[in-house]
Every structure is written in structure tokens, then in C-alpha cells.
């Protein structure tokens, strides 16, 4: 036998057993992930004004500019597991909850100062959650959702490069630079 033909033989045996290995562990029936969470496109302005109550438009744009709702969903959809895509969904209905109860309106509805208000009472909360919380519970909802507006808006263009410091195209490294009390920290 000659090594080129050793290594097709292998490249076709590795090979296989990468491609097949679903195939044969499924029984060759392949399932489609289930949408565990009911969020949607509607979702999206819900979950901006959220967002936005966290990071709100200042000197630089807020969460909402970065469309950071959009990101939510994508990240709750595809990367949380199945307990914590239930606690952040069955959190947006908590949230209009507390919101109707303590003032009489929806979430939406409220004032930016009402919003916050009740944004704040929330974070009391899940620190208080966070206290108690045994390791295989699902994490707070509204834990999860400052999480995420925090990593979406970071990470986005505006928030990396408005928001933060940001050069295009670095230049030599420099491990000491002087920092001044209100700069922005570095992207």
C-alpha cells in the first residue's frame, strides 16, 4: 500500500465517523432543536425599552441604538439552556406584572422614571435570589437580562466604539498609560 493511499483510507474513516456519528447515534433521525421560549420579533421593543432603561442614551447612545433586543433573542434562543430560556421569558411577563401592581400600567406604558424605579427594585431582588440560590436552579430573570444587555451592548459597534474607547488600528503596545478620573475604559 502506498501512503497516499493510507491516507485517503484514513481521511475516509475519520471522516465518516465525524459525519456519521449523528446519523448513527439518532438512529438517522434527525430533530430539529424545539423553540423552548415564545420570543419573537414583537418582543424586540420590549425588550429595547428594557435595555434601554439599563443603559440609557447619555453622552453616548444607549442599549436601544444597539439593538440590543435583537441580541437578546438570538442569544436566549440559541445559547441558554432550557431553565434559564423559561425564567428569562416568564421574567418579561413578571416585569409588566410589577409594573400594572405598582403602577397601574404596563411597562411599556410607564414613565422612564417609573422604569427605573422598578428596574432597581428588580436587581434588589436577584441579589437577594443570588444569596439563596442552590447551583442547579436557573438564574434570576432579571439577572439574565442586565447580563445580556450589558454583553450586547459591549459588543456591539456603538457600545465598543461610542461608548468605550476605541481605536481602528492599534498601534505599538503600551502597558502603562495614565488614566484620568471619567475616561472611558478601552475596547
Excluded at 483510507?9 to 471522516?15: D, Q, S, Y
Excluded at 447515534?25 to 432603561?53: F, H, M, Q, R
Excluded at 453622552?59 to 432550557?82: H, L, N, R
Aim: with cysteine; glycine share 6%; charged share 30%.
Amino acid at each position: 500500500m502506498y501512503r497516499r493511499e493510507a491516507l485517503q483510507r484514513v481521511a475516509v474513516i475519520l471522516g465518516g465517523t465525524i459525519i456519521g456519528a449523528e446519523a448513527f447515534l439518532t438512529g438517522c433521525k434527525t430533530e430539529e432543536k424545539k423553540a423552548s421560549t415564545a420570543l419573537s420579533e414583537e418582543d424586540v421593543p420590549y425588550l429595547d425599552e428594557i435595555a434601554e432603561t439599563i443603559i440609557p442614551t447619555t453622552d453616548s447612545p444607549g442599549a436601544k441604538a444597539a439593538e440590543v433586543g435583537k441580541f437578546m433573542i438570538v442569544y436566549v434562543t440559541d445559547c441558554y439552556d432550557e431553565d434559564n430560556q423559561k425564567s428569562f421569558v416568564e421574567g418579561l411577563n413578571k416585569i409588566d406584572e410589577a409594573s400594572k401592581k405598582k403602577f397601574d400600567a404596563t411597562f411599556m406604558k410607564s414613565s422612564p422614571q417609573q422604569r427605573h424605579e422598578l428596574l432597581v427594585e428588580l436587581d434588589k431582588e436577584q441579589k437577594e435570589y443570588q444569596k439563596t440560590k442552590k447551583k442547579e436552579d436557573a438564574q434570576h430573570y432579571f439577572r439574565l437580562m442586565k447580563e445580556l444587555t450589558m454583553l450586547g451592548y459591549f459588543t456591539s459597534k456603538v457600545g465598543a466604539t461610542q461608548a468605550l474607547r476605541y481605536l481602528e488600528t492599534p498601534g505599538r503596545y503600551e502597558s502603562c498609560i495614565p488614566y484620568k478620573k471619567g475616561d472611558k475604559a478601552w475596547a
